[in-house]
């Protein structure tokens, strides 16, 4: 009786145990690992069908799974730097355990693994531009005349100008893409702000973090770049408009640049037909001052 009560608790604490399970989402890496001996898989297309059926026995024995961007050369690096032998699956577990903590992760709902993979890159992309973006601003450093943290200071204001435009956004579900142009390469976040039936806004932490960084880096580099809002709500047709980056500031843009900027091909500069049921508008008055100055250096 004791022994089959000691497996009953045991099969309870198991379901309480979460796991992370490093996912290889390309072929490109998962040959990078077919180079260890310990790691057994042939091909790629088994190696997710197997992953997909360890998934669903762990949901369907109560386990909690999130899954973690595998890097073959970011694992390389870890164990170099561990001193721990790269062909050996507890390595590989450590360094799942470190992306666990540090790297970015999707949780498993039950999902098929083709929802999951593009899920699990875009956050690996979301966190990985965050991380870009926050080190430059810190390397903007003070400010020579004042001493103000420029990077800190542009931060803020962009959480303010990021505050107005939803604070002004028709009323439904709000899609704001910003990019920021510049070596080596341009910045581009996307924020979902949706709606509730009871009206309130409901933002995805991670993202407006991010969304905000990015915009604060354009703001605090004068770098050429933009932000754009599409709203949308049942009954009405759908709303967008956006604004420039102009100094410290956002310039609004007029229907005609809004209009011509989704219906110009960007490669070939030829004309694409507009979407049916969307309004191509200016924005709405964000209040006094649009280009209210954050820090000027």
Request: hydrophobic letters at 35%; one cysteine or more; aromatic letters at 6%.
């Amino acid at each position: 009786m004791a022994h089959t009560d000691h497996q009953t608790m045991r099969r309870v604490l198991r379901r309480e145990i979460a796991g992370t399970i490093g996912l290889l989402t390309d072929e490109h890496d998962f040959r990078a690992m077919r180079r260890y001996r310990s790691f057994t898989f042939d091909d790629h297309i088994t190696y997710l069908q197997q992953m997909e059926a360890l998934l669903r026995i762990r949901a369907a024995q109560g386990s909690h799974t999130t899954l973690a961007l595998f890097d073959p050369e970011e694992y390389a690096e870890f164990c170099a730097e561990t001193g721990l032998d790269p062909d050996a699956p507890t390595s590989r577990a450590r360094f799942t355990a470190e992306l666990a903590a540090t790297g970015a992760t999707v949780p498993y709902e039950g999902q098929a693994l083709d929802e999951l993979v593009p899920a699990l890159v875009d956050e690996a992309v979301r966190q990985a531009t965050w991380e870009y973006a926050s080190i430059l601003l810190a390397r903007l450093g003070p400010c020579p005349s004042c001493g103000e943290d420029i990077g800190r200071a542009a931060f803020t204001h962009a959480a303010e100008l990021l505050a107005r435009i939803i604070e002004t956004a028709s009323p439904g579900n709000r899609h704001l893409v910003c990019s920021v142009s510049g070596p080596p390469e341009t910045l581009v976040s996307v924020l979902h702000a949706d709606q509730d039936t009871d009206g309130d806004t409901h933002l995805d932490e991670a993202e407006a973090l991010e969304f905000t960084t990015v915009l604060a880096l354009g703001i605090a580099t004068h770098s050429p770049g933009g932000l754009v809002m599409r709203t949308s709500a049942p009954g009405t047709a759908d709303r967008i408009y956006g604004w420039r980056l102009r100094g410290d500031g956002l310039e609004p843009l007029t229907a005609g640049e809004v209009f011509d900027a989704y219906c110009t091909d960007i490669e070939s500069g030829d004309l694409i037909s507009p979407e049916s049921g969307v309004d191509y508008c200016a924005p709405p008055d964000l209040g006094e001052g649009d280009t209210t100055p954050g820090h000027r250096h």
